[in-house]
């Protein structure tokens, strides 16, 4: 791993210690630990968090020039599928246009620019309700009701404009710049390190999205740190080690970051939790972990015995051999982020994906979206994926139970995001200041923020 160097006075023990006493070890890229080196301390502006200026260059900077994860594979698993993807002004048509072939069309006629769909469904052609303008899954055009009235038609190119389209662990993903880098290198690590998590055996298990009251950036923040959990989420401190999350931004990589949180450990702000207290309040809080009691005997650890019952749950629902999953797959939280919007998490304990927009042209309000990817049957089969089910700006995450203890979670940290977001609006400060090493992902997003924005 070479020299890592950390901040003094981080609380301990660190995560690396833990999983170095783990009973089923850990996989190498787990092992591995970079803190941020060379950020610097400086405040980031808040006027990007509602400024209308700021919002509509990051829609020409960034929302037309960065990957983006616009579906599931299982979400159009047969020609003729789609879903609409939309951001800001923007909508694309991501179809299967045919058995192994994926585009994204603009989803607007060329005719006088009805969208061509609003909602997602399965299609053998794109029909415009209006006229009935006609084009084929490939994009082009076979149909114009009155042709003999359209002589300027004549010679010109009449297909769909389309975007750039990837795939990547059962991802499908979108870019509108026609000459932005390829999905594979504006990846950067994450394949690799996403090698053991294999999401492309995964299918969406739930899938619910809500209008939340605040800026995109102000919602996904909430969610790639930990440093805010002993006083939003109190709850969990137990078993929940967020003051030795580890934070990790490797040298050289603009578009990931990551952090570790071991679960099953209470956290160290605490002092003595007993085995029998660290086990209750997880089980309280999760029921996967219900079931027969869970003793520790001598020598074990609630850790262990918590990985031992996650890895049994895991191998029974999926009817997949878990025996050998390392306790931090089982247990703990391992989130990535990649930018703009997208956070997959990696293991199997919570196996979520999140995602964060702007709500149309509003910078002061947003979509975010939680996914559940359970593994497949060892067959390779699932039931069929979870349509999204929309949550207003007034309904809160406890409205879909397929969340379970997660909504709790998320509705803690709405209520403050509405708090944050009038708060900036107030502030005469004009920075946010940010925790050199704990908001660290925070500030290295804001940095690759400020690079697409420069240019």
Not at 175 to 200: G, Q, V
Not at 232 to 255: C, E, F, I, K, S
Not at 435 to 446: D, F, L
Request: with cysteine.
């Amino acid at each position: 791993m070479g020299i890592v160097t950390l901040p003094i006075g981080r609380p301990g023990p660190s995560v690396q210690e833990i999983l170095a006493s783990d009973v089923n070890p850990a996989p190498a890229v787990m092992r591995e630990e970079s803190p941020a080196q060379g950020l610097g301390t400086e405040d980031v502006a808040i006027a990007r968090y509602f400024s209308k200026a700021w919002h509509d260059q990051e829609v020409e900077k960034v929302w037309r020039k960065t990957w983006q994860l616009a579906c599931r594979v299982e979400d159009i698993p047969n020609v003729g599928d789609h879903v609409v993807y939309e951001i800001v002004h923007d909508s694309l048509i991501v179809v299967r246009a045919g058995p192994d072939e994926i585009r994204a069309y603009v989803n607007s006629c060329l005719h006088r620019g009805t969208q061509l769909r609003t909602e997602a469904g399965c299609v053998k052609q794109f029909r415009c309700p209006f006229h009935g303008f006609t084009w084929s899954l490939q994009g082009k055009l076979t149909e114009v009701p009155g042709a003999w009235d359209f002589p300027q038609m004549e010679g010109r190119d009449f297909n769909l404009p389309e975007a750039k389209v990837g795939v990547w662990g059962g991802f499908v993903f979108v870019n509108f710049d026609a000459d932005c880098e390829p999905l594979d290198s504006y990846l950067e690590i994450l394949p690799e390190h996403f090698k053991a998590f294999r999401l492309e055996d995964r299918w969406k298990a739930a899938h619910v999205a809500k209008i939340m009251p605040c800026n995109w950036k102000l919602a996904m923040e909430a969610f790639i740190e930990s440093y805010h959990v002993p006083y939003a989420h109190p709850q969990v401190l137990a078993y929940y080690g967020d003051q030795n999350t580890q934070y990790d931004v490797w040298p050289d990589v603009r578009h990931v970051s990551r952090m570790i949180s071991v679960q099953g450990v209470p956290s160290p702000g605490v002092g003595e939790v007993s085995d029998e207290l660290v086990i209750s309040h997880m089980r309280r809080d999760m029921p996967f972990y219900g079931g027969a009691p869970i003793e520790v005997g001598p020598g074990e650890t609630p850790r262990a015995k918590l990985a031992a019952r996650a890895r049994d749950k895991i191998g029974r629902s999926s009817g997949n051999d878990m025996s050998q999953l390392s306790d931090t797959e089982s247990l703990d939280l391992i989130e990535y982020l990649l930018f703009p919007n997208m956070v997959p998490w990696g293991g199997q304990s919570l196996p979520v994906c999140y995602r964060f927009r702007p709500l149309g042209d509003n910078p002061e309000q947003s979509i975010m979206e939680i996914m559940f990817l359970f593994s497949k049957a060892p067959d390779g089969s699932h039931p069929e994926p979870a349509p999204i089910r929309w949550l207003g700006i007034d309904e809160p995450w406890s409205s879909a139970p397929e969340l379970g203890s997660a909504a709790m979670v998320a509705d803690q940290d709405t209520d403050n995001l509405k708090r944050i977001q009038r708060g900036l609006r107030a502030s005469k400060k004009p920075g946010v200041t940010l925790a050199a090493y704990q908001e660290s992902r925070i500030r290295h997003y804001h940095q690759t923020l400020d690079a697409y924005m420069a240019k």
